[in-house]
């Protein structure tokens, strides 16, 4: 009579923190598959122990004393081993083996074939599972089997968590550091059979390998300091999460982008005299502006992103990147004049307390970056030009070809699809500036007012407050005579709406 000698290890997943496997029985006698003759009696004693470590790990221990009489020959025989994950949520078993009582693992040759080397299916916790195992050629010693229960799938789903930043609490300097709270959900996380609840979630600002234990199980808002660049940055993002089983999902990283991704394109304008107004916007005067520059485009949402850490805008979606910022405030734009030069090593042209109906002082002798004054704006809408619309046609549009020109050189209530549209898609004016008719209204700095009589140079408007700032240029909703290069609007500072945006205006 030979004599088999099995040893089962319950072991555990990342050391102790995972699921358990419990009740490992012999679910059935050593079957042999292959046996020229057999007159076999075979009895199964199992007994259980279990072995506590230093490090509080429990291992259970099952042995299976197997005899067997009158057995004349034999190829191979089969064992079903049956277990039960402890825990919750689905898990998947492995068995692994040894032929040495575990000083190696999966040696070769191996006399031990697992039929199953794992679970085809997961097993759900609390629920009994089966494996197949054959030896082949004759009956050994010291052979262990090793069962490891892991988590079904990942804690964390494949979608990853996504951000929000929400706003500066601190102003950019040029290389230095700002402090942004960010706002981190993870998407798609469920509770379903297959995932046992999750019990904390931990958060690696920015990848420096410090975890922090967030406050709640799925969401977390910390203040964050983001290095800031005339390029940009990019950081990650890393968070993991623990369930009730004591298993870590495996680490997901959110890439995160801040500073500017694009460069800032100026268009420098040559100062002259101009005939301001027309017979609609009175009086008709001279102004004479002093050269400036003026950005190419509106203000997008990628950039008011990239400066802010945050997008208000109404209109996002796949294009949303290059569509003009809408939704903000003339305080708002004002701000983000401030923290663009900040960020771009500038002086701050605006004086403002941060609260709205706060004064505002406007310097306009610093270098960096402001609204245009409304005398600016209109000269450089016209372009040298004296027609009603910058690239030369009067109001009305009276033929087929009018309502073509409109098309084509503004994003306006006939065109728009009622929303609004990527910057630069019409063409530019003659002295390369887009969207300056149409796409979104443009706050400038001047409180509205009726204009002066006489001849005025660089005016800036009121000097004091009307309750109203001049918006200039027509939106998308704009009908043809809100495109024309002397149209005025006004509305309240504090004003945000989805028709309105800004661009930008420096000294030359």
């Given at each position: 009579?030979?004599?088999?000698?099995v040893?089962?290890?319950f072991a555990?997943?990342?050391?102790?923190h995972a699921?358990t496997?419990?009740s490992?029985t012999?679910d059935?006698v050593?079957n042999s598959?292959s046996?020229s003759?057999?007159d076999?009696i075979i009895?199964?004693?199992t007994t259980?122990d279990?072995?506590?470590?230093a490090?509080?790990t429990?291992d259970?221990?099952v042995?299976?004393d197997?005899?067997m009489?009158?057995?004349f020959?034999r190829q191979s025989?089969?064992c079903?081993?049956?277990f039960?994950?402890?825990g919750?949520?689905m898990?998947?078993?492995?068995?692994?083996?040894s032929?040495?009582s575990g000083?190696?693992?999966?040696p070769?040759?191996n006399?031990?074939i697992?039929l199953?080397s794992?679970?085809?299916?997961?097993i759900l916790?609390g629920t009994?599972?089966r494996i197949?195992?054959?030896m082949?050629?004759?009956?050994r010693n010291?052979v262990?089997?090793?069962?490891t229960?892991?988590q079904?799938?990942?804690i964390i789903?494949?979608v990853?968590?996504?951000?929000?930043?929400i706003?500066?609490t601190?102003?950019?300097t040029?290389?230095?550091?700002?402090?942004?709270p960010?706002?981190v959900?993870?998407?798609s996380?469920t509770h379903?059979?297959?995932l046992a609840?999750?019990t904390k979630?931990?958060w690696d600002?920015?990848?420096?390998?410090?975890w922090d234990?967030?406050?709640?199980a799925l969401n977390?808002?910390?203040?964050?300091?983001?290095?800031m660049?005339i390029?940009g940055?990019?950081k990650?993002v890393?968070?993991?999460a623990?369930?009730?089983?004591g298993?870590?999902?495996?680490?997901c990283?959110l890439?995160?982008?801040?500073?500017l991704?694009?460069?800032v394109n100026m268009v420098?304008i040559t100062g002259a005299a101009?005939?301001?107004?027309?017979?609609?916007?009175?009086p008709?005067?001279?102004?004479t502006?002093?050269g400036f520059?003026m950005s190419e485009?509106?203000v997008?949402?990628e950039?008011y992103?990239?400066?802010?850490?945050?997008n208000p805008s109404?209109f996002e979606?796949d294009?949303?990147a290059?569509?003009?910022?809408?939704q903000?405030?003339?305080?708002?734009?004002a701000?983000?004049?401030?923290?663009?030069?900040?960020?771009?090593?500038?002086?701050t042209v605006y004086?403002?307390?941060?609260t709205?109906n706060s004064?505002?002082?406007?310097?306009?002798?610093?270098n960096?970056?402001?609204?245009?004054t409304?005398?600016?704006?209109?000269?450089?809408?016209r372009?040298g030009?004296?027609?009603?619309?910058?690239?030369?046609?009067?109001?009305?549009?009276?033929?087929?070809a009018?309502t073509?020109?409109?098309?084509?050189?503004a994003?306006?209530?006939?065109?728009s699809?009622?929303m609004t549209?990527?910057?630069?898609?019409k063409?530019?004016?003659a002295w390369?500036?887009?969207d300056?008719?149409?796409?979104i209204?443009?706050?400038?700095?001047?409180?509205y007012g009726?204009?002066?009589a006489?001849?005025?140079?660089d005016p800036?408007?009121?000097?004091?407050?009307?309750?109203?700032?001049?918006?200039?240029?027509?939106?998308?909703a704009?009908f043809?005579?809100?495109?024309?290069s002397?149209y005025?609007?006004?509305?309240a500072p504090?004003?945000?709406?989805y028709?309105t945006g800004?661009?930008?205006?420096?000294?030359?």
């Open positions: 009579m030979n004599k088999l000698s040893l089962f290890i555990f997943f990342i050391g102790t699921l496997v419990d490992l012999i059935s050593w598959d046996i003759r057999i076999t009895k199964v004693d259980m279990t072995i506590v470590t490090d509080t429990i259970t221990i042995k299976a197997t005899t009489d009158t057995i020959f025989r089969d079903f081993v049956g039960k994950p402890i919750q949520g898990a998947e078993c492995y068995i692994a083996l032929i040495d000083k190696t693992w999966a070769k040759p006399p031990l697992m199953d794992g679970i085809a299916s997961p916790c009994k599972g197949k195992l054959r082949t050629g004759g009956d010291n262990i089997f090793k069962i229960a892991r079904y799938q990942r789903s494949r990853g968590p996504r951000f929000t930043a706003g500066l601190s102003p950019l040029p290389g230095n550091s700002c402090t942004i960010v706002t959900k993870l998407d996380i379903s059979p297959c609840p999750l979630v931990y600002a920015f990848g420096d390998s410090t234990d967030s406050t709640s977390w808002v910390w203040q964050a300091n983001v290095p660049g390029l940055q990019r990650d890393i968070v993991k623990k369930d009730l089983n298993l870590w999902s495996n680490p990283t890439t995160v982008d801040f500073g991704q694009r460069t420098s101009f005939q301001m107004g027309s017979s609609r916007e009175t008709i005067h001279s102004a502006i002093t520059k485009a509106v997008t949402q950039l992103r990239a400066v802010v850490g945050a109404y979606g294009t949303s290059l569509r003009p910022v809408e903000v405030s003339w305080y708002d734009a701000l983000f004049c401030n923290a663009l030069s900040n960020l771009l090593g500038k002086d004086q403002y307390a941060g709205i004064s505002v002082a406007i310097n306009y002798v610093k960096g970056y402001r609204l245009p409304e005398a600016e704006w209109e000269y450089a809408c372009a030009t004296t027609t009603d619309y910058c690239w030369g046609k009067n109001y009305p549009p009276s033929t087929p009018d073509l020109s409109l098309d084509s050189n994003i306006w209530s006939h065109n699809h009622n549209q990527p910057v630069a898609s063409k530019p004016n390369g500036l887009y300056m008719s149409g796409n209204y443009q706050w400038v700095n001047d409180w009726d204009y002066a006489g001849a005025q140079t800036t408007g009121p000097a004091t407050s009307s309750g109203s700032r001049i918006l200039r240029g027509g939106s998308w704009t043809a005579n809100g495109l024309r002397s005025r609007l006004s509305d504090g004003v945000r709406d028709y800004f661009r930008l205006a420096s000294r030359p």
